[in-house]
């Protein structure tokens, strides 16, 4: 096995990244993540730690277009997807393309969204593609949706339902930051007053297909993918099963895989390791998991089973 060289603009995307995002290391190698293995990311967190910044920096770093849509109880599928518009002078209806045909984007506060809306939004992710009427449009190569939500409101939210949140690659959870790191995020905002930090050049397209290329090539041998597979079924046997009401689903196995090999190749290797699917088990799992009636009441979590079954799994 080799070390691997990712192409021009890679390697600085991180860094670039972390200038904006401070004490955000997880939440930055998750967003690169989601775009080397072209898999969709909910990030989850309280008002104020810069779920929706993270997105437009990385826009800022990446090629390719970037559309923000701002979730609300009153949105339409159409405000996503677009409508068909009449055309008078020729006599037709044209289809005016809406923000989700754009390489990147972001869906904030996805809970807003009535149920029609994430249902379209669904098809986008899942699909890559849009139907109006009765034309299929395809979405532009890259897509990826990096969609936020906050948990502590409830009023006028529409929890996703399971089927969509399977959709995600990954769901990644936001935590207050401690002292030391508020204080460097006080003098980060402080020093923004003379401007904001510029990348050294944005990653191209061309360049980001092939860092996806590179990146799904890393190799995932068959001890490792058998320890994926135990992982995900563990979920759905003794004794995790009797806790769990609906397990994982062979996409689960699917983000696992694709999800570990982005971070072997962000780690400079060819090849992924037990530690890379045992970091991203828990973001790439969890959220696919629906405890029974009786674990909740107990206090239990998908995250928390998750780690016990880490912990009584054996990676090889």
Not at 63 to 86: N, Y
Not at 184 to 211: F, H, K, T, Y
Request: net charge negative; proline share 9%; with cysteine.
């Amino acid at each position: 096995m080799v070390q691997v060289t990712a192409p021009p603009g890679v390697a600085d995307l991180s860094a670039y990244l972390g200038q904006g995002l401070v004490g955000h290391e997880v939440l930055i190698e998750r967003l690169l993540i989601g775009l080397l293995a072209g898999g969709h990311l909910l990030v989850e967190g309280a008002p104020g730690l810069a779920k929706t910044r993270a997105v437009k920096w990385l826009a800022r770093a990446v090629d390719g277009g970037f559309a923000r849509i701002q979730c609300t109880p009153d949105l339409m599928p159409s405000d996503l997807t677009g409508t068909p518009v009449w055309r008078p002078e020729d006599g037709r209806f044209e289809f005016v393309p809406g923000p989700v045909f754009h390489n990147l984007v972001l869906v904030d506060e996805i809970n807003r969204a009535p149920p029609k809306v994430q249902s379209a939004l669904l098809e986008a992710m899942a699909e890559r593609q849009v139907t109006a009427g009765d034309t299929t449009h395809p979405l532009p190569d890259p897509f990826l949706v990096v969609a936020t939500q906050n948990p502590i409101e409830h009023d006028g939210t529409f929890p996703l339902p399971e089927a969509q949140l399977d959709r995600f690659l990954m769901h990644v959870l936001l935590d207050l930051p401690d002292a030391a790191t508020e204080r460097r995020i006080l003098d980060m905002v402080e020093a923004e007053g003379q401007g904001d930090p510029v990348p050294a050049a944005r990653l191209g397209l061309s360049d980001l297909n092939a860092a996806k290329a590179a990146a799904m090539a890393v190799h995932l041998a068959p001890p490792l993918r058998d320890y994926i597979v135990r992982l995900v079924t563990a979920t759905r046997s003794a004794p995790f099963a009797i806790e769990i009401e609906h397990a994982v689903s062979p996409r689960g196995s699917l983000a696992l895989a694709a999800a570990a090999k982005a971070r072997a190749y962000l780690h400079g290797r060819d090849h992924a390791l037990p530690e890379d699917v045992a970091d991203v088990a828990g973001d790439a799992l969890a959220h696919r998991l629906v405890l029974t009636w009786r674990a909740v009441a107990e206090g239990r979590t998908p995250r928390a089973l998750v780690a016990d079954i880490l912990d009584s799994v054996e990676p090889l």
